[in-house]
């Protein structure tokens, strides 16, 4: 078919939007390179797979995959309030986290209107931003050097709220970064925000953080009214394939969430899975202990082979190295390894890998090992 142009009947945000681009498949890896037996690295899935009660409790839903799915997922709401002591009215259900942070752009933003992120934060904030035609207000990372390289700075994230900034969006853990903020800082920083901001702490990883230091940003809703709290099945649940996320916040909130909300955005699979996993406290457990041995493992191997570790609370190191990320992802591709490269996030040198089983670990380290070995001439 013959293509057309129809870049001119796009809205103004649309037109030099860049989507955005998910790790490779390993299928798709193995059908270009030619490589067999490969592993993927790259983004952030739990190496256990999913959750045994999920996968229980979706073999009780085949017999009715005819039907449409509970549009407003009684059950799993029923949950989710119960798991974070709110009303069921507090919830917004995703098709994955990302779905909801959609909602609150095209809830909150405009033209003419603002939302504040960092530097280094998770593609969807500017994505989202730029799609409904809002200006992003982007505040400087701390520096390499500092405690938490790369991480969210308060102070530099208030300064860029003014009159038109409707969203400031804040991941904690972060994401590519791994770095994390304190709860009770953070807590601070919410409740100092004008009453006009509404703000977001995208909590997507929190499941594997071991401190707790980073607190429960959903025990904060009644003293924040503003405050909105994202989370996500896709990590530490194991259940990235079926796409479930929700959103925590003050019911008049969630209410216009709601409205923006496709009616069956998520599947009966992902409700009746995520009921199930919620209730798996084990494989939670289980999944951040093989986590927290992989991330020493990981940070361990790569400081030997000379690349420089961000800290990490999440499922996933960041490293730099003294050459360039895409060419090392290139070589690690052709070893039949999947890693992400993140010159996107403005971040040449650096790769983001995924902490995998201890053998898949090994062998992206022993992988790296070989090739910066081959450009050292050692």
């Not at 390499?144 to 994230?157: F, N, S, T, W, Y």
């Not at 994390?180 to 953080?209: M, N, Q």
């Not at 990490?312 to 190191?317: G, P, Q, R, T």
Request: proline residues 6%; aromatic residues 8%.
């Amino acid at each position: 078919m013959k293509h057309y142009d129809f870049t001119d009947l796009a809205v103004p945000g649309v037109r030099q939007l860049k989507p955005y681009i998910p790790g490779k498949p390993t299928a798709e890896l193995e059908r270009e390179y030619g490589v067999s037996n490969s592993i993927k690295l790259a983004s952030n899935e739990n190496p256990l797979g999913a959750s045994p009660r999920a996968i229980e409790a979706m073999r009780g839903e085949l017999d009715d995959l005819w039907l449409y799915p509970d549009a407003n997922g009684f059950e799993l709401k029923q949950a989710l309030a119960a798991r974070h002591g709110v009303d069921p009215s507090c919830i917004t259900l995703g098709n994955g986290s990302n779905d909801v942070l959609v909602f609150l752009a095209q809830v909150f933003l405009q033209p003419g209107l603002e939302a504040v992120f960092s530097q280094y934060c998770f593609a969807v904030y500017p994505i989202a931003t730029q799609m409904v035609g809002a200006t992003a207000k982007v505040a400087p990372a701390l520096p390499a050097d500092h405690v938490m390289p790369l991480g969210h700075d308060l102070r530099a994230l208030y300064e860029q709220v003014g009159p038109d900034t409707r969203l400031v969006m804040v991941a904690n853990p972060n994401n590519p970064t791994g770095t994390w903020l304190d709860g009770a800082r953070l807590k601070d920083f919410v409740a100092s925000l004008p009453p006009h901001v509404i703000c977001v702490v995208d909590e997507a990883y929190t499941e594997y953080a071991e401190s707790d230091r980073l607190g429960d940003a959903s025990t904060w809703l009644d003293e924040c009214p503003s405050l909105v709290v994202t989370r996500t099945f896709s990590k530490a649940y194991g259940l990235a394939g079926l796409r479930v996320g929700y959103a925590l916040s003050n019911p008049g909130i969630s209410d216009l969430l709601n409205r923006v909300r496709p009616a069956f955005n998520v599947n009966s699979l992902a409700l009746t899975a995520a009921r199930a996993a919620l209730d798996d406290q084990a494989f939670i457990d289980h999944s951040r202990e093989v986590n927290s041995a992989g991330l020493v493992q990981l940070g361990e191997g790569l400081g030997h082979l000379g690349a420089r570790v961000v800290p990490s609370a999440a499922n996933f190191v960041l490293a730099e190295f003294d050459r360039s990320g895409a060419e090392l992802n290139e070589q690690l591709l052709r070893a039949g390894i999947i890693v992400r490269p993140v010159a996107n996030y403005g971040l040449e040198n650096y790769l983001r890998i995924t902490v995998g089983t201890e053998a898949q670990n090994q062998r992206v380290l022993d992988a790296l090992g070989t090739i910066l070995g081959q450009s050292s001439g050692q």
